[in-house]
């Protein structure tokens, strides 16, 4: 039989033996219902439409000042209600109480609770500005259109120098999530990868699969197996967040707006970073031949993950700072900094060449070092072995 076809053969094995397992159906299961409930939390929690902003008002109040403060309202795009109180005392009392947002007492004094506003202030004092002009033209002769005429905003034109991308904030939150989505996929499925390994120790099925087949072609067969779970996983999990979004209805967020090169850019680097973290995982865990010893073997990929997370963290915010700009065309970092770094327009394409380019080179020589370690130590029982003695004895 072709030795891929026996690859192959090994892939599906592995992927429905993990795919039809009860802890995993139970898990995914869980996973999805908690991210479709995340958007009719939010959407509860958001209480429907929000509420008019609430304006008290007291004592001598200048003529018009309602149809002045509506006025300012729409300029500033605010949704006003106004409530009067019998005396600046009872004003600034709601205002304490949070009944009103800001208060206008006697005609001269704004009042807030701690905190100014800017858009309420710019709100009251705008509309107080003009109604003392309005009544101050008016009782000059002028007529309403005139005195509208006067005191009328000055129409102006804004301009910028260079064209904003509007979809940036939507594409960075779409990059960010997928990594931290590639953080805990690549963590999962990767110990999947060395659990299996002292799975097939431990229960010497390995003895009998390689009666007919090469270690390589063990080791390949179960990355590329649970690699396609992972990957079913991940839009598994990314289809419930669309929907859960959906129903929380983010007006703020436009989720057409990610668009789909960062979500291909998503998968495209968690196959790479998968592929480099499994064979890693695969070539510790068949140095052990114990579950319980498993965690300790694992602490090699998992010091290597961490950083790459920790420091896509910094990359959100710093797209070219040092750090986030080396680690992301590292092969161990870049799965997780690049992804936010292209999102942000910060990686130059060069930059995207060499962490593509080096994280293949890498992920090609950790199948070759990976496969010998995997070779050298799988039929070795007992305690753990060293990946020093796996390279020798796979030589022998």
């Known amino acids: 039989m072709n030795r891929w076809r026996q690859v192959a053969i090994l892939a599906k094995r592995e992927f429905a033996t993990r795919a039809t397992s009860k802890p995993f159906l139970v898990t995914m299961g869980l996973l999805v219902l908690a991210i479709l409930a995340v958007g009719p939390i939010v959407s509860l929690l958001a209480g429907g439409e929000a509420e008019a902003t609430r304006i008290g008002i007291a004592g001598e109040e200048p003529p018009g000042i309602d149809r002045a403060l509506s006025d300012q309202a729409a ?13 600046g ?8 109480d949070g009944d009103v947002a800001v208060a206008l007492v006697d005609g001269d004094e704004i009042v807030f609770h701690t905190d100014v506003s800017s ?4 709100l009251v004092g705008g509309a ?48 960010f999530v997928g990594t931290i989505a590639l953080y805990i996929s690549i963590l999962m499925f990767g110990q999947f990868v060395a659990m299996g390994t002292v799975e097939e120790k431990q229960n010497r099925v390995v003895e009998v699969v390689l009666a007919r087949v090469r270690p390589w072609q063990v080791l390949v067969g179960k990355v590329i197996g649970i690699g396609a779970l992972g990957l079913v996983q991940l839009l598994l999990l990314a289809g419930a967040a669309y929907v859960s979004a959906q129903m929380a209805d983010l007006g703020d ?8 090169p960062i979500i291909a850019g998503v998968v495209f680097w968690f196959v790479l970073g998968y592929a480099f973290y499994a064979f890693l995982y695969a ?33 959100a915010e710093s797209p070219d700072g040092l750090v986030p700009t080396v680690a992301s065309m590292l092969p ?63 030589a022998d």
């Open 253 to 260: 967020i436009d989720l057409a707006a990610i668009g789909l």
């Open 75 to 87: 300029v500033l795009e605010i949704d006003i209600s106004i409530v009067r109180f019998p005396d």
């Open 128 to 175: 107080l500005t003009n109604a003392v002009k309005s009544a101050t033209l008016a009782s000059l002769g002028l007529s309403a259109d005139q005195v509208t005429e006067i005191i009328a905003p000055v129409p102006y034109d804004v301009v910028t120098l260079e064209e904003g991308d509007p979809e940036e904030d939507a594409k960075r939150v779409g990059a």
């Open 89 to 96: 005392v009872a004003a600034e009392q709601a205002v304490t």
């Open 119 to 122: 858009r309420l202030l710019a």
């Open 332 to 394: 161990p970092w870049a799965p997780f900094v690049m992804p936010v770094r292209i999102a942000d327009g910060a990686a130059a394409p060069w930059e995207i060449a060499v962490a593509v380019v080096g994280t293949v080179a890498a992920v090609v020589a950790l199948v070759w070092i990976g496969s010998r370690v995997y070779a050298g130590a799988l039929l070795r029982t007992g305690g753990r072995v060293k990946m020093r003695e796996a390279w020798r004895a796979a």
């Open 283 to 315: 070539a510790v865990g068949s140095t052990v031949s114990r579950q319980e010893d498993l965690q300790g073997a694992m602490m090699l990929p998992i010091a290597l993950i961490l950083p790459g997370y920790f420091i896509a963290l910094i990359a």
